[in-house]
RNA sequence: GGCGCCGUGGCCAAGUGGCUAAGGCAGUGGAUUGCAAAUCCUCCAUCCCGGGUUCGAAUCCCGGCGGCGCCUCCA
């Protein structure tokens, strides 16, 4: 049974969907006004790992992830750049998705845009003022908070504790508390005609219209990062729940937000001071673009994006995750581990762990360790890796059974001399390769280790020349070794290190990597 | 001011009532190696502080101290 930590309702829940045998989730996506932050990428991250493993425990997942590309911002980004709100927009959707890309996030099912939804904002808004729920105003259409009892239940707070907008409409508001469903146009500004006259959705609105055309009136999902909780989602909410007469959403899932850390961090900006401090201490603060955070497409440029989905998956998606470079290198190499493994593998079984077939599903990947001491313990290592997944996506205290996967398969390597060449025991070859399979299982859950990674393609002309290289300096350090010139081999191997390439003998000659 | 979250070894980070407190990075000693690298084995914390509840708490309650978030746009 799968747990999950309800927003809604502070505990976590058995995790049962409405519909048996189907999942809906909708995430929130960006604003698209300007380049996305590593910070955008956690909850991403963390739904695609949800995704894949909801699919592999048996069910049938829609994942929805909206981009918005019509709001305030928008209009006042795009004029800055002498640009129309629609190209900007288009712009930086591009760049969000080569993101997500990068960080291996491929799960999406729709991605809807809000502009393409205009119809059904519309519709949404005319049916919450026939009911009552919304009033115009010159052009501006308001939802009434007050006439939602439950308004305030999701944030936990009270309408008296809020202060609400103040900002040019507040005149026009009933209630301070009450929020916008569609803003009329200044002359110059891009709209949409509507039964109040040209004008744009407020923001919330569309994540109700386009929640329902694509998942319907009550889904089982609905996540962001936990500084949408309050206003957007609690608005949403009261938007579809008064709508429709139904809780919206089953679950409510929120991830921890990223901080920058105060060093080597630099993604974010600086906190506001109180003033009386000194200034040196050491200043962690949300990271958000309007504290000057970017530069994503460098970092992944610099560490590649399996790291830093690593990196991401490494602590619970609930928890605040401090952004270090040095942080994302030190997971960097913990994954090593993993892929001198599979190469390892390689060696012994001349099979690549990239094209091992994965498992889809939990009862295919099950399989009889019989009286087997090594796949008792695989087995073993993937129950408890499993439970950890069952228990609120712990993928955090997941990734320690799958290194310790790691060492039971190297230990066992070592045990049976598998790597020795004469060593042709089918049966170890056998349990060998079926832990691989699991590890091929496991780490697949995690969108981690999906296929090669080619970091270096962009050199690929002198990659041929390097190997021809390297093979000469082996070949010359080998010959000095067969006759002892360990002086002449020991130079070859420390001048090597130098330019960043480490020598390892092994018993079926030297190898090479950087 | 209101509503929340967090404080586990040098660093990162699971665990939230009961086996010897996961795992990673760094470090230690050893096996292996011509020496290394890689791999394996070994060692390395009583959980911010003070009370309380309990047969028993890192885990629950109260009080401190420290850090952070939301209440305004934000993944």
């Not at 995790?15 to 300007?34: D, M, N, R, S």
């Not at 007050?146 to 609400?164: F, I, M, P, V």
């Not at 005609?193 to 929640?211: F, V």
Request: negative net charge.
């Amino acid at each position: 049974m799968i747990r999950v930590y309800n927003t809604l309702t502070k505990t976590k829940e058995d995790f049962e969907p409405l519909q048996a045998g189907k999942v809906g989730i909708y995430l929130c996506g960006p604003t698209v006004y300007a380049q996305s932050h590593i910070g955008h990428m956690v909850g991403p991250v963390i739904f695609d790992s949800i995704k894949r493993y909801l699919q592999y425990s048996g069910y049938d997942v829609t994942w929805v992830v909206n981009i918005t590309d019509v709001d305030d911002k928008l209009i006042v980004k795009s004029r800055e750049q002498g640009i129309s709100m629609e190209q900007l927009a288009t712009e930086m959707t591009a760049d969000y998705l080569t993101n997500l890309k990068s960080l291996g996030v491929d799960q999406i099912d729709v991605m809807p845009r809000a502009t393409e939804h205009m119809k059904h904002i519309i519709a949404f808004i005319e049916s919450l003022v026939d009911q009552g729920f919304a009033y115009d105003v010159d052009g501006d259409v308001f939802f009434e908070v007050e006439k939602d009892a439950n308004y305030g239940h999701l944030s936990n707070r009270s309408l008296d504790s809020t202060q609400g907008a103040g900002g040019e409409a507040a005149a026009r508001k009933r209630s301070a508390n009450d929020f916008a469903l569609w803003k009329s146009a200044k002359p110059t500004e891009p709209s949409w005609d509507s039964p109040w006259g040209a004008g744009r959705p407020g923001w919330h609105i569309e994540c109700s219209a386009m929640s329902r055309e694509i998942l319907g009136e009550e889904f089982d999902i609905h996540g962001g990062g936990l500084d949408l909780v309050f206003p957007h989602h609690e608005n949403e909410l009261a938007q579809s729940a008064c709508c429709h007469g139904k809780p919206m959403v089953k679950y409510w899932m929120h991830n921890g937000l990223m901080r920058a850390g105060g060093n080597d961090g630099k993604v974010g900006g600086r906190a506001e001071q109180d003033g009386d401090d000194d200034e040196q201490a050491t200043v962690e603060t949300k990271i958000s673009r309007s504290r000057g955070a970017g530069g994503l497409a460098d970092l992944i440029g610099r560490q590649g994006g399996q790291r830093i989905r690593f990196f991401l998956l490494k602590s619970h998606y609930r928890s605040t995750i401090v952004f270090s470079e040095t942080g994302i290198e030190e997971t960097g190499k913990a994954l090593t581990a993993f892929e001198r493994l599979f190469e390892r593998f390689q060696r012994i079984s001349g099979n690549s762990f990239f094209e091992l077939p994965i498992a889809d599903n939990k009862s295919t990947g099950d399989f009889d360790a019989g009286e087997c001491d090594f796949l008792l313990q695989v087995q073993a290592h993937r129950a408890q890796y499993l439970a950890k997944m069952d228990d609120d996506f712990n993928t955090g205290g997941a990734i320690s059974d799958l290194f310790d996967l790691v060492r039971s398969i190297n230990r066992f390597i070592d045990q049976t001399s598998l790597e020795s060449a004469d060593n042709a025991d089918t049966t170890n070859n056998a349990s060998l390769k079926q832990a691989l399979l699991t590890m091929r299982e496991l780490t697949a859950l995690l969108g981690i280790f999906m296929s090669e990674q080619t970091e270096d393609d962009t050199m690929g002309e002198d990659q041929g020349l390097t190997e021809q290289l390297m093979q000469l300096m082996l070949a010359l350090r080998e010959e000095a070794r067969a006759n002892k010139d360990f002086a002449t081999a020991d130079r070859i191997r420390d001048g090597l290190l130098e330019v960043g390439i480490t020598i390892e003998d092994r018993a079926d000659g030297a190898q090479w990597h950087k």
